[in-house]
Each structure stands twice: as C-alpha cells, then as structure tokens.
C-alpha cells in the first residue's frame, strides 16, 4: 500500500514532556511536510524538508525539531511540550515543485 | 503576506442540491489544490488544478490563474458530502497555504 503513515494516532501528555511522532511515506516522493491544525481547524505550515534542505517556519517555535533518516521519513519531536502545542498535526508528501501533496491520518496531542 | 480565502464559511444544502465553493487567493499560485476533510479529521485530496477545469466525479473544479480564483462546484450533493472542504495554495514547490475552509452540511 502506497500512503502517508503516521504514528501514534492520538497522544496525551503533560507540560514540560517531551514527545515525537513518526511519519512515513510510501510514494517515492523526495519531499515531506509537517503541518499543525489547530483548534479553529487552521492548516499551518511548520516544515518542509527536501534533500535534507530544511525550510522552517519562523513562527515555530524552538522546541520543536524535525528529524529525518532519509528521504521517506520525516518525524517531529517536541522538547518540552506546552498547553498550546495542543493541535492536530498532520504530515504529508509531494515530488519536487508545484505536485499534489498527500496527507496523513495526523497525530492528536492534548498537553494537560 | 500570502493569503487564501475560502467562502461561504458554511453551506446547508438539502441532498440533491447543487453547491458553488469559492476560493480567492492573494498572489499568483502554481498549484491550486482542493482538499476534504471528514468530520473524523483525515484530508483528502480532491483535486490539483492550478489553471483550467477539472472534474472527477461529481466535482468540477475551476481556477482562472490572472484573476487568483478557483471555485468547487459539487453536483447532486449526498449526505457523505458533508465536511470540509478546504482550499490550499503553493508559489513553486514551496508548503502549502491553506483557507479557513467552507464546512458543508448535507440533510436528507
């Protein structure tokens, strides 16, 4: 099966912890993606990774890190999580340039 | 800055009905993607058109590049229509940039 894999699919943790989450993609493609939705259903990019060039958001802030081994993976640790980390965040996949981009299942995390 | 923006915000259509999306975004785009997302929250890509028309199924989608629109127009709505939908951007291989989406309610 040929998809965007994510795991855990929901997550709960508590302020201060640290958590990550795996993606992987089974298309071929060279480029992946992590995206946050938060509670007003926004899609927000946070990183693009290509050829392991990193695109960061600015507006992410520092704690969080991407890590990848190799161009069909790409996870996403939290250092040290906060209440409004709390969001959906979905990982996705495209070749390079302008191509369609697939979607994950997400991972939910809730910080108590 | 970059933006996309998506209306109406809601749509309640009765099953059969017909429905128009609208997407307005800011700045020349080279992709322009349709995107469903379930009330369960997993997104689904419904289309990629970044000029002209494009059906599949029964959505037909259309995007006028010069003018920096696209609308969605979904046929013969089904309960299972509902959800919703979002609109998304990219400027050339760049991240996506996603609309606010129109959440679309379809009653038998």
């Known amino acids: 099966e040929t998809a965007v894999f994510q795991t855990p699919n929901y997550h709960v943790t508590q302020v201060g912890n640290e958590v990550s989450f795996n993606c992987k993609q089974t298309?071929?493609?060279?480029?992946m993606y992590w995206y946050k939705q938060d509670s007003k259903k926004l899609l927000k990019i946070m990183f693009s990774?290509?050829?392991?060039?990193?695109?960061v958001n600015e507006t992410v802030p520092r704690r969080f890190s991407p890590q990848s081994s190799d161009k069909a993976h790409l996870n996403l640790r939290i250092k040290s999580v906060e209440p409004e980390d709390s969001a959906v965040y979905l990982c996705?996949?495209?070749?390079?340039?302008?191509?369609?981009?697939?979607f994950g299942p997400g991972t939910r995390l809730l910080v108590l | 800055g970059q933006q996309v923006q998506q209306s109406p915000a809601s749509l309640v259509l009765q099953e059969g009905e017909n429905a128009e999306l609208q997407c307005n975004f800011s700045?020349?785009?080279?992709?322009l993607q349709w995107f469903y997302q379930s009330p369960g929250g997993s997104l689904v890509s419904l289309l990629s058109?970044?000029?002209g028309t494009k059906h599949t199924g029964r959505l037909t989608s259309t995007t006028v590049t010069k003018e920096r629109r696209s609308s969605l127009h979904i046929s013969s709505s089904q309960t299972t229509d509902s959800g919703t939908y979002l609109c998304?951007?990219?400027?050339?291989?760049?991240?996506?940039?996603f609309g606010t989406g129109t959440t679309v309610s379809v009653s038998p």
């Open positions: 996705a996949s495209s070749s390079t340039g302008p191509d369609t981009q697939y």
């Open positions: 298309l071929g493609h060279d480029t």
């Open positions: 990774y290509n050829n392991k060039q990193l695109i």
């Open positions: 700045s020349t785009a080279t992709q």
């Open positions: 058109n970044p000029s």
């Open positions: 998304a951007m990219d400027q050339g291989g760049r991240a996506l940039i």
